[in-house]
């Protein structure tokens, strides 16, 4: 990559990193049965400002893990672990389309979107994702939810990775919201 391009892009990816203003927050999350799979929904707070804005126009692609764990509580031993998943999505402008696409790295469904504000709107709710068999979780036990989101700049190339390991803002996550589960 010639030097003029890593700085441009270094130089969007700090502007990127500056413009996370705020916090990402979970704001609800469920997991309801259906077809027999437990399902995820969750929506977030993602904070967009006019510098992440610019990155994104630039090339610099936002890539989002939400984190999900399940475990059992017992009352005298730690809680075992049931599940953990991690599902990665990243936002990435297209200016051969002039549309934000959406993509599910782990199943590689993809969404064009024609704004970032549709496209951070899509990205900031998640509606029945899969996350566990049924039979898996018996009824009886008290089960413990817990879901997160963070910035990942895992999608970035190598050598801006090793330059960006300077900027703090660059990976942020939310705290977990955990919620009570009974089968």
Same mark, same amino acid.
């Given at each position: 990559?010639?030097?003029?391009?890593?700085?441009?892009?270094?130089?969007?990816?700090?502007?990127?990193?500056d413009g996370l203003?705020?916090?990402?927050?979970?704001?609800?999350?469920?997991?309801?049965?259906?077809?027999?799979?437990?399902?995820?929904?969750?929506?977030?707070?993602?904070?967009?400002?006019?510098? @992440? /804005? *610019?990155? %994104?126009? $630039?090339?610099?692609?936002?890539? !989002?893990?939400?984190?999900?764990? #399940?475990?059992? @509580? /017992? *009352?005298? %031993?730690? $809680?075992?672990?049931?599940?953990? !998943?991690?599902?990665?999505?990243? #936002?990435?402008?297209?200016?051969?389309?002039?549309?934000?696409?959406?993509?599910?790295?782990?199943?590689?469904?993809?969404?064009?979107?024609?704004?970032?504000?549709?496209?951070i709107a899509e990205?900031?709710?998640?509606?029945?994702?899969?996350?566990?068999?049924?039979?898996?979780?018996?009824?009886?036990?008290?089960?413990?939810?817990?879901?997160?989101?963070r910035i990942d700049?895992?999608?970035?190339?190598?050598?801006?990775?090793?330059?960006?390991?300077?900027?703090?803002?660059?990976?942020?996550?939310?705290?977990?919201?955990?919620?009570?589960?009974?089968?």
């Amino acid at each position: 990559m010639p030097l003029a391009a890593l700085l441009c892009l270094l130089g969007a990816a700090v502007a990127f990193a500056d413009g996370l203003e705020g916090d990402f927050v979970v704001r609800s999350a469920d997991l309801a049965v259906r077809e027999g799979v437990y399902r995820l929904d969750a929506n977030f707070d993602l904070p967009i400002g006019e510098a @992440v /804005r *610019r990155g %994104l126009a $630039d090339g610099v692609p936002l890539t !989002l893990e939400v984190d999900f764990s #399940l475990k059992r @509580v /017992r *009352r005298f %031993l730690p $809680d075992a672990d049931v599940a953990d !998943l991690a599902q990665r999505y990243q #936002l990435q402008y297209n200016a051969v389309s002039a549309h934000y696409v959406l993509r599910n790295d782990n199943s590689g469904q993809q969404e064009s979107l024609p704004t970032l504000d549709a496209a951070i709107a899509e990205l900031s709710r998640i509606r029945g994702l899969p996350v566990l068999d049924k039979s898996l979780v018996p009824a009886g036990p008290r089960y413990e939810a817990s879901v997160r989101a963070r910035i990942d700049y895992g999608a970035v190339p190598l050598t801006l990775r090793i330059l960006m390991f300077w900027v703090n803002e660059w990976h942020r996550e939310s705290d977990w919201y955990t919620w009570t589960l009974r089968p």
